[in-house]
């Protein structure tokens, strides 16, 4: 445990850190050479990593479609219904985001548009090196199918000789998904940025990943023309604030629930009271006895911190601080410390609100922003997969009264070609009178 409040301001910093962005230069370096291979060798070097990082033989990139149209089959009927039940959620959550064109006359002759079109060819990535995620597949793909994008691309990482879990398969058949890629890590994310022989081409790459994933993103978001991405999702993480009457068996199983994610994971709790965190600590004990998942949890557990903190109030200072991916609030009256909440990406509200709800099946997004990039970002949703762009159209009447803006502006800033592309047409308009 941690007392906030006999640190230094260095040592708050630290109890803080992320620890995949301590190791990022090293991670840049592994990264840059990824991207520039499969720059050079396109398929052969997702090939190659695939062999070297999951272990795989006779390496397929691209799964048949007809393992897709048949992967309902290989499903018990609790799962299938489970993933009917959470896609049907998420697509109505996100239908409900659908964009208006928005058409305004700002003067008399002079309209002004703002358009939405679907991005034409996305990329979507699911994490899957430990463990497959069909609902990463419904995140990303619910908002791609209903953006009505030309192109939808999923790539998602197989370890050893296993086949792809066919709850991947179904849940990007639901999406309407047809191109799936049998490829992971920053390799894939190369792939979707360049194409290869195998992979098509994306304007725009989505969903989380390590920080090998998170790094290849960046760069190549700022290297490679006409290439974007959601935001820098990496590891997951979650910041619980809690106070005396929180149930501490609920605060472990909320903390291990993400540090079973991954190594490079993080959780951290915020309470202000001792014997809290100390149950919260016996049960988290507890708790990892019986998770599968026990080692991961464990390692990801080195990079998480207990605090104890002074009061509420504090705890929501330094959650603003860390900016967390996921906020879990485990407060007696949890409602009236909504306008506290700043920089998180999902916030969960009350004792029998787990962040699992929000990460399969309630209907908001679970891909976010972490590495405190939630004082900047937003969750995944519909609009991420548009792009906006104005139209305006003026008439004789309408630039005949712009023009006594237009032409003083454009004096003012020197620009006397701006300035003719008015008055040539005002000439036109007095010859036509």
């Not at 230069?25 to 592994?30: D, F, L, N, P, Q």
């Not at 935001?231 to 997951?236: D, E, L, T, W, Y």
């Not at 998180?344 to 099946?361: H, N």
Request: glycine content about 6%; overall charge negative; proline content about 5%.
């Amino acid at each position: 445990m941690i007392r906030w409040n006999d640190l230094t301001s260095q040592q708050q910093r630290g109890a803080l850190m992320r620890p995949a962005v301590s190791a990022s230069a090293s991670i840049e370096a592994t990264v840059n050479n990824i991207i520039e291979q499969v720059k050079q060798l396109g398929d052969a070097a997702l090939i190659t990593f695939a062999e070297k990082f999951d272990k795989r033989s006779n390496v397929r990139l691209i799964v048949p479609q007809d393992e897709i149209d048949n992967s309902a089959h290989a499903l018990s009927t609790e799962l299938k219904a489970a993933i009917d039940t959470a896609y049907n959620n998420i697509k109505m959550f996100h239908q409900a985001q659908r964009p208006k064109n928005i058409e305004l006359e700002t003067t008399a002759g002079v309209l002004c548009e703002l358009r939405y079109q679907a991005i034409d060819a996305v990329g979507l990535y699911v994490p899957g090196g430990s463990a497959p995620l069909p609902s990463s597949v419904l995140m990303q793909g619910v908002c791609a199918q209903l953006s009505g994008a030309n192109t939808i691309v999923l790539a998602t990482p197989v370890n050893g000789d296993k086949r792809i879990d066919p709850a991947i398969l179904y849940a990007a058949k639901l999406c309407g998904i047809t191109t799936v890629v049998e490829s992971g890590g920053a390799g894939a994310i190369a792939a979707m940025a360049f194409g290869t022989n195998s992979v098509p081409k994306v304007n725009k790459v989505f969903g989380p990943g390590n920080s090998y994933v998170t790094m290849a993103k960046q760069l190549l978001s700022q290297n490679q023309p006409g290439f974007a991405i959601d935001m820098p999702a990496g590891p997951s993480e979650v910041l619980v604030i809690a106070d005396q009457r929180a149930n501490p068996q609920f605060i472990a199983a909320d903390l291990l629930s993400q540090a079973e994610h991954g190594q490079d994971s993080q959780v951290i709790l915020l309470c202000n009271d001792q014997e809290t965190i100390n149950q919260t600590q016996q049960a988290i004990s507890s708790q990892l006895s019986c998770l599968p998942r026990a080692d991961i949890a464990k390692a990801a557990m080195k990079n998480s911190s207990l605090i104890l903190v002074d009061s509420i109030e504090q705890a929501f200072k330094v959650s603003a601080e860390y900016g967390p991916e996921h906020l879990i609030l485990q407060l007696k009256e949890p409602q009236k410390y909504l306008d506290l909440v700043t920089n998180a990406g999902s916030v969960f509200v009350g004792d029998y609100t787990p962040e699992s709800a929000g990460d399969y099946a309630s209907g908001t997004n679970h891909v976010l922003p972490t590495y405190g990039y939630s004082k900047v970002y937003s969750s995944l949703n519909l609009l991420d997969f548009f792009r906006t762009y104005t139209v305006q159209t003026i008439s004789k009447k309408g630039l005949k009264s712009l023009s006594t803006a237009i032409l003083p502006l454009a004096k003012a800033e020197g620009l006397d070609a701006h300035a003719y592309a008015v008055k040539v047409r005002l000439e036109q308009l007095e010859n036509d009178e």
